[in-house]
């Protein structure tokens, strides 16, 4: 008997060396096997004769290879066969298959998938580009024993809705193979296989047995529709993705209710902390900034320490939602942390906060990695012993070397840069003032992010925060132009530049590249900075910012633009996140076929920030790629980051949508965020449900068995992440 924990090499016809090859896909046990799902189903229930097909139609057919041939024009190989019943012809064709000239020969049976058309001859029909499956490799050599051996094959391939799966180690494990393969794992399962999901839970959502969902999403039923089984729909897909989505959940809620529980701070919002708060705003807040405002004063206030996601499309005013919250800590006598992913941010925020906060009486140190050991050493002596009230930094520097005094606040921008995983290490916790045998307590921790999340992946990357968006822009911007033009009219753009900076405003040049290279014939930042200081505007300010220049040098270039000193600024992307200057109106980005679509959109967020009319200028070069078109497409169509996100997500795929599987993308073997995304809201309720149990529905007894499979899940599943 296997049991789900089983190593794979055990299931019949496998064994260690194939095994090996099944955890480079990453199959290791019978439970990973079960899981790897066809990603296609054919209807071979009623195998069709061939006289009885109809042009137009989807049909399978079983058929013998009587004549195989390549044609190979130049123009259009072809390759052809011609499969038989009895007397029945029928003609099926592949262009530029020479290929199968070694796979596909006369004698053998074929299980042909596809679309049944007229020859162009007449009369006769064919099909063009079948799918096909080699059923037999000879009939003709065989006997009795052989036959009975054909009809026992020929009960998982004919006859019956058949799976149709991915092969793998570079085709030597074919969908053929999977099909015998976990048709013995599941002979040989255990009869009763563990429930993780609560009797309660399963009722509500309709949710099938596991092992009848095992069985049925491999060797679905002959009444089963074919359109569900596709489309992941059918209960037995939806008993597996939910049991999935709902482990997730699970213990993501766990982690946040044990952060909740946790002694925090209670941070007094008396009148004095209100008046401080009116006094730093530079500007009127939106309704949609005090709205998220509320919602944080509202954590800080409470005695479980804040875990909150603050959302909001680049350009929506999170610096100054940010900035009120570290005023909240402050009055009370805490201090704040406020990372950054990059230097060049660390120092934008930090010129900020002196403009809005020092004036207001704060204290405000900068820590970045530039500074001198002395400087350093100095600046981390005035954080310990209190001085230091609001402390700005990159994240690295931040979380490795800082002892605080009393740290109340801790502050993340950009997020995405960062990765989940690294989001609980930093907090160092305080004492009660004066009480050095209080518990410890934890300090609050609101999270920026740049990147608009799609609220689905909101649900399951930071499932374990709370949500604040803000949905609506600051007044008077005006929807930023975007338009795409090849590199050969380059002339007019930067025709268009001058004229920008004739009106009196700055402009950004954005390259893939820092240096030219040989591999490649990419225009990068370095030369064309040469080219266009000196060639193209020999007459108008033109500075360079990219990532190998030493902070110094990049806080010149950044500080000269930022003062008007620089009418362009020839850049990589390290300008990419949060950089702010309003005056800034036009964006030109070469080869912006090279870039991600969420890079672009944080990219053309630099500009349209002032109430002048911004414009994005798409440079491309040479052939697009089909993707690349719907990118360009999609940035010049879209303004609103939410939708591009999610664009984005379905362009590229959960795990590149945030750059590296390190970001603490939970990986998922059957779900999908997009596809399932009520499935996961489901799942999450019904995660928060089971654990504010015990109750008259679920048992005590429930809960600890889900949480036990949750752990378990966790472990193999994202091995690094850690769930109490
Ligand atoms: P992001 O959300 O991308 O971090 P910022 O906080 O940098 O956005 O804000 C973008 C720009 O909008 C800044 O120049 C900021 O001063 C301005 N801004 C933010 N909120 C308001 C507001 N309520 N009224 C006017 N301008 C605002
Ligand atoms: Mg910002």
Known sequence: MLDLATSVQYVKGIGPRLAEILADKGIHTVDDLLHYLPFRYEDRLNPRSIPELRPGEMATVIAEVRRASFVPTRRLPIFEITAGQGRARLKCIWFHAGYLQDRLKPGQWLALYGKVEEDYRGGALRMVQPQFEILEESSSEKGAEDLRERKLASSLEIGRIVPIYESAGQGRLTSRWFRRIIHAALENLTPDLPEAIPAAVRQRRNLIPPREAFSKVHWPEPGQSLAELESARSPAHLRLIFEELFLIELGLELKRREHKAQPGIVFALDERVRSALKK???????????????????????????????????????????????????????????????????????????????????????????????RKREIRRHIAQGNAQLVIGTHALIEQSVEFFDLGLVIVDEQHRFGVLQRFKLMKKSREPGSPDAPLREPDVLVMTATPIPRTLALTLYGDLDLSIIDAMP??????????????????????????????????????????????DLKAAMKMFQELSRRVFPDLRVGLLHGRLDAEQKELAMGRFQRGELDILVSTTVIEVGVDVPNANLMVIEHAERFGLAQLHQLRGRIGRGATKSYCVLMTSGKVSEEGERRLDAMVKMNDGFRIAELDLELRGPGEFFGTRQAGLPSFRVATLIRDARLLEAAKQEAAAVLAGPNEEISQAEIDRALRYMRARWQRTYGLVEVA
């Open 280 to 374: 730093i705003l530079p500007f009127h807040p939106t309704a949609a900034q005090k709205k998220v405002l509320k919602e944080i004063a509202a954590d800080m206030g409470s005695p479980s320490p804040m875990r909150r996601l603050l959302q909001g499309d680049v350009g929506s005013g999170k610096t100054i939602v940010a900035f009120e919250a570290a005023v909240v800590a402050m009055e009370n006598g805490f201090q704040v942390a406020l990372m950054a992913p990059t230097e060049i941010l660390a120092q934008q925020h930090y010129f900020w906060a002196r403009r809005t906060l020092e004036p207001a009486g704060y204290r405000i140190v900068l820590l970045t990695g530039s500074l001198e050991e002395d």
């Open 475 to 520: 007044p008077g911007r005006t929807p930023i132009v975007t338009r795409r033009v090849r590199d050969e009219r380059s002339d007019q753009v930067w025709d268009f530049v001058r004229k920008q900076v004739a009106a009196g405003h700055q402009t950004y040049v954005v390259y893939p590249a820092i240096e030219e290279n040989e591999e490649n």
